[in-house]
């Protein structure tokens, strides 16, 4: 059953006229004919099965047939503070943080980032990556869209009210077990292609953040998130 993500509010035994967005993915694409059903979520928790009852050239209409609280979050809330990369390593970094269970994404620079955003002129590049998260749950079926947070400076970030468990992935760095006595709420830092100078990782330490070695080799800035939070999947299991 196809699963579309919709911004209007949801209830059972009513009657909602799809946005265009969905309306253009199923009924345009997909061709859906009346009588058709799909799962509608709109992030506010749970999920919802619909029946296509009507179909006309520029909108359609559903019937709201049962809801399903489950959300499929993690056992963990992961605060992603990731330094932007360029291009396609962005995207995937932010899909596949999406489809392991991150609770939200803090995009940040830092002295190596490849590239700045500024809101105002940018925000056609903030709804792209929101888009990509929105996505990322349709696929993997998780209800709670994670937030993509406007840039800051890694500065700025560090010196916010972060959660007590800090991480960052700090590779050929000297480290305890980091995860022994981790609590389920944290936050992860992961640098840009370049990684974080050496400064900079002195200063998160500064901050409470652990050093996190994640085996013998350097995983790219891509790559880190996805390694990171597999782990913490596994470490935290859902009971």
Same mark, same amino acid.
């Given at each position: 059953?196809?699963?579309? %993500?919709?911004?209007?509010?949801?209830?059972?035994?009513?009657t @909602?006229?799809?946005?265009?967005t @969905?309306?253009?993915?199923?009924?345009?694409?997909?061709?859906?004919?009346?009588? $058709?059903?799909?799962?509608?979520?709109n992030? !506010?928790?749970?999920?919802?099965?619909?029946?296509?009852?009507?179909?006309?050239?520029?909108?359609?209409?559903?019937?709201?047939?049962?809801?399903?609280?489950?959300?499929?979050?993690?056992?963990?809330?992961?605060?992603?503070?990731?330094?932007?990369?360029?291009?396609?390593?962005?995207?995937?970094?932010?899909?596949?943080? @999406?489809?392991?269970?991150?609770?939200?994404?803090?995009?940040?620079t830092? $002295?190596?980032?490849e590239?700045?955003?500024? %809101?105002?002129?940018? !925000?056609?590049?903030?709804?792209?990556?929101?888009?990509?998260a929105?996505?990322?749950?349709?696929?993997?079926?998780?209800?709670?869209?994670?937030?993509?947070?406007?840039?800051?400076?890694? !500065?700025?970030?560090?010196?916010?009210?972060?959660?007590?468990?800090?991480?960052?992935?700090?590779?050929?760095?000297?480290?305890?077990?980091v995860?022994?006595?981790?609590?389920?709420?944290?936050?992860?830092?992961?640098?840009?292609?370049?990684?974080?100078?050496?400064?900079?990782?002195?200063?998160?330490?500064? %901050?409470g953040?652990?050093?996190?070695c994640?085996?013998?080799?350097?995983?790219?800035?891509?790559?880190?998130?996805?390694?990171?939070?597999?782990?913490?999947?596994?470490?935290?299991?859902?009971?």
């Amino acid at each position: 059953m196809p699963r579309f %993500y919709i911004e209007t509010d949801l209830a059972v035994d009513t009657t @909602v006229e799809l946005t265009e967005t @969905v309306f253009h993915h199923w009924v345009k694409v997909l061709r859906a004919q009346v009588g $058709e059903q799909a799962t509608l979520f709109n992030g !506010q928790g749970g999920e919802y099965e619909v029946r296509l009852t009507e179909v006309a050239k520029k909108s359609a209409s559903v019937a709201v047939q049962s809801f399903h609280p489950d959300n499929r979050t993690p056992a963990f809330n992961a605060l992603l503070g990731q330094v932007m990369s360029k291009g396609d390593r962005m995207d995937y970094a932010i899909q596949k943080a @999406v489809e392991l269970g991150v609770s939200k994404i803090q995009l940040l620079t830092s $002295e190596r980032c490849e590239m700045r955003l500024k %809101y105002d002129r940018d !925000q056609k590049k903030l709804d792209h990556w929101q888009g990509i998260a929105i996505a990322a749950c349709e696929q993997c079926g998780m209800n709670i869209v994670p937030e993509i947070l406007a840039p800051l400076s890694l !500065q700025s970030w560090l010196e916010n009210k972060l959660p007590e468990t800090r991480f960052v992935l700090a590779p050929e760095k000297e480290q305890t077990d980091v995860l022994a006595n981790a609590s389920s709420n944290l936050a992860l830092l992961i640098g840009p292609e370049g990684g974080l100078s050496e400064a900079e990782i002195l200063t998160a330490n500064q %901050y409470g953040f652990k050093n996190w070695c994640i085996g013998q080799r350097v995983l790219r800035t891509e790559t880190a998130p996805i390694v990171a939070l597999s782990i913490l999947n596994y470490y935290f299991p859902l009971k």
